[in-house]
């Protein structure tokens, strides 16, 4: 069966703005927030898996694809970005669910979970740091200051960082993604969705924006009290390994499971690993 057989595709209206979402299957709700550069077409393989056993709910995050794409750095604040997950809950009437979020995704979902734990039946979390991990982390392990040194950049120069990863065809973005992913984990028709994804009007700038934004001391992020999964590519670039130590002082109910042949693109590398794991931990009881 295809994946977009069946698919319930929607705008809904929250916070101001309007969500593109991708709706497939019955059951539990399941949410799950896509991160940098991505869409919720990275989900593809794991909405595939589910689709029998949850009620996938996938949105373009804010900025990004066919979503709404403000304007001002400030419309990207983590208040915003929490408050959109809060919100597409109750647009459709939805009391609790679980929560997945991969890199971006993984932070808004981090920091949902512990605002809004009554929310969130349990959390899983794929290659995000913990943020008082990550925090702590880039200043002081040399090796993941480094590999986190675009977000400096973008920090800095959101105009300058859009303009190089779109020049040349999006040529940064393809080394970025296709380039540290294993090798024919993306399949050229997914490049191809990629890149009319990155294509659409202010989706770069959007997403830079989301580091631009992001002026939250890493200290604030508290205790997650409810049941969290983490699924780690361990091959990731970007996100060290290193980022795992430490993270049970902040996670009461924890379990952590490698994939040690995965990137960052870890929903693409392993697809059948993500969804075996998401599947058991949900049904645990």
């Known amino acids: 069966m295809s994946l977009f057989d069946k698919i319930e595709e929607k705008y809904i209206k929250i916070n101001g703005i309007k969500l593109h979402t991708i709706i497939k299957g019955s059951g ?141 065809n999006y040529q940064g973005l393809k080394l970025a993604v296709f380039g540290s992913a294993n090798k024919n984990s993306f399949s050229q028709k997914d490049k191809n969705k990629y890149l009319r994804a990155w294509s659409q009007p202010g989706a770069i700038k959007s997403g830079i924006y989301y580091y631009t934004a992001f002026d939250m001391p890493y200290e604030a992020a508290g205790i997650i009290k409810v049941p969290t999964l983490i699924i780690w590519g361990m091959k990731d670039m970007f996100l060290l390994p290193k980022l795992l130590e430490g993270i049970s002082d902040y996670v009461k109910d924890l379990k952590i499971v490698k994939s040690e042949k995965s990137t960052h693109w870890i929903l693409h590398d392993d697809p059948d690993f993500v969804i075996e794991n998401i599947r058991e931990f949900i049904n645990e009881t």
């Not at 989900?43 to 979503?67: A, C, Q, T």
């Not at 480094?146 to 400096?152: G, L, Q, R, W």
């Open 28 to 168: 539990e709700p399941l949410i799950l927030l896509h991160g940098f550069p991505d869409f919720w077409y990275g989900w593809k393989n794991i909405i595939l898996g589910l689709k029998d056993e949850f009620k996938l709910i996938v949105p373009d995050m804010r900025g990004y694809n066919k979503s709404d794409k403000p304007n001002n750095v400030k419309d990207y604040t983590i208040d915003n970005l929490t408050n959109d997950v809060k919100m597409l809950g109750e647009k459709l009437n939805i009391k609790d669910f679980y929560l997945a979020g991969h890199d971006w995704g993984g932070m808004i979902a981090w920091i949902f979970a512990e605002k809004y734990p009554e929310y969130v039946k349990k959390l899983i979390i794929l290659n995000a740091p913990h943020p008082r991990i990550f925090g702590k982390k880039i200043s002081s392990n040399k090796k993941q200051k480094k590999a986190s040194s675009y977000i400096s950049r973008f920090q800095k120069d959101p105009e300058g960082s859009e303009l190089f990863l779109k020049q040349n």
